[in-house]
């Protein structure tokens, strides 16, 4: 049973448009939300994270919002750009340090 | 600043033969430490994790086993590889008891089994 997933196997935007990528959860224990971004045949790199008491989060062009109700966050990226492309992860962590991750969603960003 | 090291970073390995990935990490101590496996098409799967030397909790059954025996050197082996232990593996590490649950990953090695 997945416990967070990602439902978009992948994401098509145009360079300067918003990317808008999505993940949803089951266990409404998890406390922490965290988004990574890998490149191919690199390992995954933190990118931004929300703590279960906030909403929203923003750092420069990646704002994380959290729906807990509905046990959905997402990922925009504006604007976007070709150097975003990449796989991009989100990973729900609660007591004891250990991070469930979802399927990944690849995003392309078309110059 | 911490920093955390895996090799080789390629690996092609016969059916059957046996494996060793290592990885270290520096500039921290007491580390809880990771390994995962990214299967081709795949999310990230947690294979094994340990919160101390000689501690080690497996997350699914497999011929893959893990050890600890040093503070920041964490390794992945099988005795026999099967075609379906291809992938990337990844090590990660992240701060025991840390409240944000950051986790840090390594380069990855990526494993042919032929």
């Known amino acids: 049973d997945q416990q967070v997933k990602q439902n978009s196997p992948s994401l098509s935007v145009q360079e300067g448009r918003i990317s808008i990528l999505n993940c949803d959860y089951t266990n409404s224990m998890f406390d922490y939300f965290l988004w990574y971004k890998k490149y191919p045949a690199e390992g995954p790199t933190f990118l931004i994270s929300i703590s279960s008491i906030k909403d929203k989060n923003e750092d420069g062009r990646f704002t994380v919002f959290l729906n807990k109700s509905a046990k959905h966050l997402s990922l925009h990226i504006v604007p976007s750009q070709p150097g975003d492309s990449a796989v991009y992860f989100c990973a729900a962590g609660g007591a004891g340090n250990m991070l469930t991750f979802g399927g990944g969603t690849r995003l392309m960003v078309k110059p | 600043s911490q920093t955390i090291h895996q090799w080789p970073a390629t690996l092609v390995q016969p059916v059957g033969s046996p494996l060793s990935l290592e990885c270290t990490v520096e500039g921290t101590s007491n580390p809880n430490l990771y390994w995962y496996r990214q299967a081709a098409g795949r999310g990230l799967q947690l294979l094994f994790y340990?919160?101390?030397?000689?501690?080690i909790s497996s997350e699914v059954p497999q011929n893959l086993s893990a050890s600890r025996p040093q503070d920041r050197q964490f390794i992945l082996s099988s005795k026999k590889l099967l075609l379906s232990d291809s992938g990337f593996y990844l090590c990660?590490?992240?701060?025991?008891?840390?409240?944000?649950?950051?986790?840090?990953f390594g380069p990855g090695t990526r494993l042919t089994v032929l």
């Open positions: 990660a590490w992240s701060v025991r008891g840390g409240a944000d649950n950051e986790q840090f």
């Open positions: 340990s919160v101390g030397i000689g501690q």
